[in-house]
């Protein structure tokens, strides 16, 4: 909003200034012609105080460095290291240090070049010849400017600290068993906690600044070796057709580079773990991080490595294998429990055990509502207890738990309102839900439940069988970044059911996935193989 | 302004296609507390005056669950005692064939009547004896009628008598007659394999079921109870005869699917009783064509193990275990040959399948003699050879007894 209304300078070809209004356009950097600075501080700061005239946090301080000129330093407040302005810029400059008294002798005065070399303490510090970049070091880098009379040139030191969060245990990705680590919403943290675990030259990082006005750092990750260029370049440029005002979460990106935005299912994996993203770009995936979001994407992914959990491979294979198992079991209970029980206990009643059959007919004896009906109401409850659950402020986070076991768990059974079998299988449904590890697929399928209930209690089995067939249709053909959705068990590669439904053990991993590690598809894992690893007692007995 | 918004066509497919499943309704659904859920069915013949050449009219009672007694009342205990008639109740109509008195019954219940679950056919010993095609007619061609439903005909009894007796350790009747019927130590006849046995060349055979009168000097100590303790032979779909004790023993040994059984012996010149349990018994039964002539064959191999020795015979002695060799296979040999004179001489039924056999190995043998299969099955010489095997006689020493 301020920056319609905000007005901008244009120097005209003799340097005075004129006073414009521009259309309310992203003005400064878009220029055709770049303005140089001016060797008068005075021009340059009134300049920029124009610019930054209704930015009350970019502060502007006068001073004067040790030869005598005036000079001055812009900085936005809050993003900006105080101490280290003090310590390594504004000290240095003020007193004359013995390595330069001879220039000053000859000169009177410091050339830039020299002042940069012998008094900025300071790591990051790079020349700007024009205003825009001047403006852009300041907004968009949090640098810090330094203007000094009669120099055409700026200087750009960086003395960024953004507000930021310590690296803490990812809430969403918890884990036994692993890193605890996980990303947070300052880039650079995220970035660097990549770096240490990759220590590659071949592990690229390529940024994009996306967004109109947020200025969004966006990172592209892979590591050249492996990923495909292909698959690189198609992700760049889906990144660089992004054109909108702001990226404020991650999830903005996904949604604007995912290659079937109207599917349900999630195409592209986000994740708070950089163990996560690191093994995901060893099979040669690509990440994408921004600022602001402690998210990474990940693509392109598949279904079965939605319902795998990064603990899987810290763990040793068979109880991974056991968990895994487990997991695809409460996948279909989830999907499938509450239409099951709809569908058999009123179209197919025969299918039941002759017991449960009458349990269950002596629990219905007194509910008023049809199968369907009591278990889409069940469903939708148990739905709002959930995101109820997630919304509240922790303190009344108990009250929920409360109402929701006392209110639907036993007084609809003990009113005859609802049955009990149905609240057992909606419980257990809610249990299955949950034991998906990402949260994005969970919610698919319990979207994807609503429709299968409706149509199982209108069609019964059949109802259920026809919900399904669309919903593998509708897979077969999705894509995340051009590889199949259910890739590698559609499309069929025997190589990699290694990873897809079991982990197999480390060593019997030697192969990229065919899919998405195609351009190296061999992992150095010699050192893994059975032969090289301890010797068995027999050939350390000889 | 433009009022019109412009929605994309795709949606109005679902739309459209989403409200005309809504509008149908739900086309077969029937709340599971609107069945009349069916346990067990008994068919009866109804006494006929001699005069009358009518054909005779059928008793069905039908026994259907109480769900609403089944359940629990909360703390998981069921709302009624086991054993009591609460559980069920009984529906019963008369009508020409199987069906119409079902259709009586059906129009007196509040609920849909349910046969989806019916685990027992009862027949009504007359039932059983004037023949039993309309009801197989109504079991394959009903598809509410599963084929898993066991049948067993009333021994000397009507179908609806048995069907009032409740039992004390199943809540439903009919649960405990399917439960009996898998125990394994009887062979396990369902409606499937009743049908196929007598639409095959041979006979067949169901469980009977008998109704156990508690002993008026215990008073009130036993419990009404009903026991499998027969089978009821079919000629076509006739019940000819019943076999029990030695004969049904016998017809179990050469049937031989069975799991376990026991069999008690006196070993000759030894006092006292001996139990072996019946470990595996494996029966070969074949009928060979020798001469033109039909032969059968029957070898059963068995392993025992000794459960109990009531006698002074020192088991470890190789002896005496010999000497309880031959008595087993005495008085096996002895049960077979009962069951199989029975079956060919009183009886003339082929429940255990040879002229299926005749028809499946030598076709064109049995087209020659299927018309007096009867005739060549009564004739027919039988060869039982028994091997037994006593594979434990207990770790333990001598007998205690000396």
Request: charged share 20%; with cysteine.
């Amino acid at each position: 909003m301020a920056s319609r209304k905000r007005t901008t300078i244009k120097l005209s070809a003799k340097g005075a200034i004129l006073r414009a209004p521009q259309p309310p356009s992203e003005a400064q950097s878009g220029d055709s012609s770049p303005m140089r600075l001016s060797e008068r501080l005075d021009v340059n700061l009134t300049y920029l105080k124009s610019i930054f005239a209704n930015a009350s946090d970019i502060h502007f301080r006068e001073f004067r460095i040790f030869d005598g000129r005036p000079a001055a330093i812009i900085y936005i407040q809050g993003l900006t290291d105080k101490t280290e302005i003090d310590d390594n810029l504004l000290r240095p400059l003020a007193q004359p240090n013995h390595a330069v008294d001879r220039v000053l002798e000859l000169s009177h005065r410091l050339p830039l070049g020299v002042l940069v070399e012998e008094y900025v303490h300071i790591a990051g510090a790079k020349q700007v010849t024009t205003l825009q970049e001047a403006i852009q070091m300041v907004i968009e880098e949090t640098n810090v400017l330094l203007l000094v009379e009669d120099e055409p040139v700026g200087l750009a030191v960086s003395a960024a600290k953004s507000p930021d969060r310590a690296v803490e245990e990812p809430n969403t990705e918890a884990v036994i068993r692993g890193p605890r680590q996980g990303f947070n919403e300052n880039i650079e943290t995220s970035l660097a906690l990549l770096r240490t675990r990759l220590r590659s030259t071949a592990f690229c990082i390529e940024s994009f600044d996306l967004g109109r006005y947020t200025k969004t750092t966006v990172a592209l990750c892979y590591i050249s070796d492996i990923a495909s260029s292909n698959l690189v370049d198609e992700i760049r440029s889906r990144l660089k057709r992004i054109n909108i005002d702001g990226i404020i979460d991650s999830g903005y990106i996904e949604e604007l580079i995912e290659d079937s935005p109207h599917s349900p299912f999630p195409q592209i994996q986000n994740t708070e773990r950089p163990d996560v993203v690191v093994s995901q770009l060893l099979e040669g995936k690509v990440a994408i991080l921004a600022n602001g979001s402690p998210f990474a994407l990940i693509l392109p992914i598949n279904f079965w490595g939605l319902m795998q959990a990064s603990e899987d491979y810290y763990e040793r294979y068979m109880i991974a294998n056991a968990i895994r198992a487990l997991r695809f079991i409460f996948l279909f209970i989830n999907l499938y429990l509450p239409s099951l029980y709809v569908a058999i206990t009123t179209f197919h009643q025969e299918m039941l055990p002759t017991k449960a059959l009458l349990s269950i007919a002596a629990a219905r004896e007194v509910t008023p509502f049809p199968a369907v009906v009591e278990a889409l109401i069940m469903e939708i409850t148990f739905e709002a207890l959930r995101e109820a659950g997630v919304r509240l402020p922790k303190t009344v986070g108990s009250a929920i738990s409360i109402v929701g076991a006392l209110v639907i768990g036993q007084a609809a059974v003990q009113a005859g309102i609802v049955s009990a079998p149905m609240v057992i299988v909606v419980s257990i449904t809610g249990i299955g839900s949950f034991v998906i590890p990402r949260y994005n697929l969970a919610i698919t399928l319990r979207m994807l439940r609503f429709p299968m209930i409706l149509l199982a209690g209108t069609l019964g089995l059949f109802g259920i069988v026809v919900t399904t067939l669309a919903v593998i249709i509708h897979l077969s053909s999705l894509r995340s970044a051009g590889i199949p959705y259910l890739s590698p068990v559609i499309p069929f590669h025997w190589r990699d059911m290694k990873d897809a439904i079991v982990r197999a053990p480390r060593w019997a991993m030697q192969q990229r996935p065919a899919e998405s590690g195609k351009a190296n598809p061999r992992r150095e894992s010699n050192a893994t193989r059975k032969s090289r690893r301890l010797p068995s007692r027999h050939r350390a007995r000889s | 302004m433009n009022l019109r918004v412009k929605i994309p066509r795709a949606f109005c497919y679902i739309a459209v296609l989403a409200s005309c499943l809504m509008c149908t309704g739900c086309w077969d659904a029937t709340e599971i507390d609107r069945l009349a859920i069916v346990s067990a069915s008994g068919i009866d013949l109804m006494p006929q005056d001699e005069m009358s050449s009518a054909p005779p009219k059928v008793l069905e009672t039908l026994q259907i669950a109480r769900a609403s007694e089944m359940g629990s009342n909360g703390g998981g205990a069921p709302a009624t005692k086991t054993g009591s008639q609460d559980a069920f109740l009984l529906e019963q109509a008369t009508g020409d064939d199987i069906l119409q008195p079902m259709d009586i019954i059906r129009k007196r219940l509040s609920r849909k009547l349910f046969l989806g679950q019916r685990r027992v056919i009862v027949l009504g010993e007359s039932y059983a004896k004037h023949g039993v095609y309309d009801l197989v007619d109504e079991v394959i061609r009903n598809p509410q009628s599963r084929l898993r439903t066991y049948v067993v005909v009333a021994y000397h009894d009507t179908a609806e008598t048995i069907l009032q007796v409740p039992y004390a350790l199943n809540r439903l009747p009919a649960d405990a007659i399917a439960e009996i019927e898998q125990q394994g130590s009887l062979p396990e006849v369902d409606a499937k394999t009743f049908i196929q046995r007598m639409v095959s060349k041979g006979d067949t055979f169901v469980m009977g079921i008998e109704k156990i009168q508690p002993s008026p000097q215990d008073g009130e100590a036993m419990n009404h109870s009903f026991a499998l303790t027969h089978i009821a032979v079919f000629r076509q779909d006739k019940l000819v005869g019943w076999l029990d004790g030695d004969t049904l023993d016998g017809f179990l040994w050469i049937y031989g699917r069975i799991h376990r059984t026991d069999t008690t012996v006196t070993i000759p010149g030894v006092p006292g009783h001996l139990t072996a349990r019946m470990l595996t018994i494996r029966t070969k039964r074949s009928i060979e064509i020798a001469h033109g002539k039909p032969k059968i064959a029957i070898h059963v191999f068995t392993e025992y193990d000794v459960a109990e020795n009531g006698t002074p015979a020192n088991l470890n002695s190789p002896e005496n275990v010999n000497k309880l060799r031959k008595a087993l296979i005495e008085k096996l040999t002895g049960q077979i040959q009962s069951a199989m004179n029975t079956l060919q001489h009183t009886y003339d039924a082929d429940p255990l399948g040879f002229g299926d056999q005749i028809d499946k190995r030598y076709p064109t043998i049995w087209k020659t003699i299927q018309n007096d299969w009867h005739e060549v099955y009564r004739q027919t010489p039988v060869n039982i050879e028994v091997d037994v095997q006593i594979r434990n006689s207990g770790l333990t020493g001598p007998p205690i007894r000396h």
